[in-house]
């Protein structure tokens, strides 16, 4: 029989990455999407009307992480191996004007979905989507697994109770339940209002004439920034193992918000300086300055080193990007995923 796996949030960035690494491994891959008027699965569409025999293990079912009800008939009904838990409202800035939803999906859903299981009595093991924003006031250059948290966001104390829980729920019931404590990685489907792809789309609005300027906050927050592809990998590996470990996933590397802007225009032959307007409405009450991950772990014991850093990154998101809007890519991000991965299990950008 097919393994089964049951993916939260599968029509994000991160699942629909997710469900292809499964579906590649001969998976049988479930789904949970929130209800509105349509799907929202433009991600996953590659797969769901393409030519191929994926679409057949592939399946969607309506659900909510507010709605214990409802998770615990999925669950029954699915039965499956592997939970992967990547349901989040994941936009810091978002969450200081919806607090509330944002503790409801990202702190209480993670404490529905680990009793749900315990209720129903799912032999799965359990990923949680974690995230490096649990730093927040960092205390160290670069953060591991034993590094103090300091939450500056509605959304990273959400996170943080929903970290805790899984580390309760695992010593209090015996559960096979892990944290990837990911730092920020990034891809052609990261959502338009995240800092890297309102660059990379910006400039290709730009080349394309339908955009004069691109308007950013705060450009000095310095980050650890990965390819979003390589990091679901890691996310299944965290599952393959023989007891639940937590682990802190980044590439090592820190590059501020300004250097990326700049890599990014380089890039595309323009002058940042004559396309970048800055406005305060952007900013947050309270910012995290740095983050840089310490992944010492995660190359020891899952043998897991990422491919594509932050130089590479620019290039492989401003290429989509260009090529989104029908513009002919610089093309040198195109050539480094054909070099790097000739054999890609990923499907369009």
């Given at each position: 029989?097919?393994?089964?796996?049951?993916?939260?949030?599968?029509?994000?960035?991160?699942?629909?990455?997710?469900?292809?690494?499964?579906?590649?491994?001969?998976?049988?891959?479930?789904?949970i999407v929130r209800?509105?008027?349509?799907?929202?699965?433009?991600?996953?569409?590659?797969?769901?009307?393409?030519?191929?025999?994926?679409?057949?293990?592939?399946?969607?079912?309506?659900?909510?992480?507010?709605?214990?009800?409802?998770?615990?008939?999925?669950?029954?009904?699915?039965?499956?191996?592997?939970?992967?838990?990547?349901?989040?409202?994941?936009?810091?800035?978002?969450?200081?004007?919806?607090?509330?939803?944002?503790?409801?999906?990202?702190?209480?859903?993670?404490?529905?979905?680990?009793d749900a299981i315990?209720?129903?009595?799912?032999?799965?093991?359990?990923?949680?989507?974690?995230?490096?924003?649990?730093?927040?006031?960092?205390?160290?250059?670069?953060?591991?697994?034993?590094?103090?948290?300091?939450?500056?966001?509605?959304?990273?104390?959400?996170?943080?109770?929903?970290?805790?829980?899984?580390?309760?729920?695992?010593?209090?019931?015996?559960?096979?339940?892990?944290?990837?404590?990911?730092?920020?990685?990034?891809?052609?489907?990261?959502?338009?209002?995240?800092?890297?792809?309102?660059?990379?789309?910006?400039?290709?609005?730009?080349?394309?004439?339908?955009?004069?300027?691109?308007?950013?906050?705060?450009?000095?927050?310095?980050?650890?920034?990965?390819?979003?592809?390589?990091?679901?990998?890691?996310?299944?590996?965290?599952?393959?193992?023989?007891?639940?470990?937590?682990?802190?996933?980044?590439?090592?590397?820190?590059?501020?918000?300004?250097?990326?802007?700049?890599?990014?225009?380089?890039?595309?032959?323009?002058?940042?300086?004559?396309?970048?307007?800055?406005?305060?409405?952007?900013?947050?009450?309270?910012?995290?300055?740095?983050?840089?991950?310490?992944?010492?772990?995660?190359?020891?014991?899952?043998?897991?080193?990422?491919?594509?850093?932050?130089?590479?990154?620019?290039?492989?998101?401003?290429?989509?990007?260009?090529?989104?809007?029908?513009?002919?890519?610089?093309?040198?991000?195109?050539?480094?995923?054909?070099?790097?991965?000739?054999?890609?299990?990923?499907?369009?950008?």
């Amino acid at each position: 029989m097919l393994k089964k796996a049951l993916i939260t949030g599968i029509s994000g960035q991160d699942g629909s990455y997710l469900a292809e690494f499964l579906l590649s491994k001969g998976y049988e891959v479930h789904g949970i999407v929130r209800r509105a008027s349509s799907f929202h699965t433009t991600r996953l569409d590659h797969i769901r009307f393409g030519h191929d025999e994926r679409k057949e293990r592939l399946f969607l079912h309506y659900g909510d992480m507010t709605d214990s009800s409802n998770l615990n008939r999925v669950l029954e009904k699915v039965q499956p191996e592997e939970i992967y838990n990547l349901a989040a409202q994941s936009h810091v800035q978002i969450s200081f004007e919806v607090p509330e939803y944002s503790a409801e999906v990202d702190g209480l859903g993670v404490l529905r979905l680990l009793d749900a299981i315990r209720e129903t009595k799912v032999k799965a093991r359990f990923y949680q989507a974690s995230t490096s924003e649990l730093y927040g006031k960092v205390s160290q250059p670069r953060q591991d697994e034993k590094s103090p948290f300091h939450p500056r966001s509605p959304y990273a104390a959400a996170k943080l109770f929903g970290y805790w829980t899984v580390v309760n729920y695992r010593e209090a019931y015996n559960l096979f339940a892990c944290n990837g404590i990911l730092f920020n990685h990034e891809s052609p489907r990261r959502g338009e209002n995240f800092i890297t792809r309102k660059v990379t789309l910006g400039i290709a609005q730009i080349l394309a004439g339908k955009l004069d300027y691109i308007t950013m906050g705060n450009m000095n927050a310095k980050r650890d920034w990965g390819y979003a592809p390589e990091y679901v990998e890691l996310m299944w590996k965290m599952l393959q193992t023989g007891r639940p470990v937590d682990y802190v996933v980044g590439t090592g590397e820190q590059h501020s918000v300004r250097e990326f802007i700049e890599a990014a225009f380089t890039y595309a032959g323009l002058d940042w300086s004559k396309y970048l307007k800055t406005d305060p409405r952007f900013l947050r009450p309270t910012e995290v300055d740095e983050l840089c991950a310490d992944p010492a772990r995660a190359h020891e014991e899952l043998g897991w080193s990422p491919q594509v850093k932050f130089a590479e990154l620019v290039k492989v998101m401003l290429d989509a990007d260009m090529r989104a809007l029908g513009l002919k890519p610089v093309g040198a991000g195109d050539a480094l995923l054909m070099k790097l991965f000739p054999h890609r299990w990923w499907g369009p950008d």
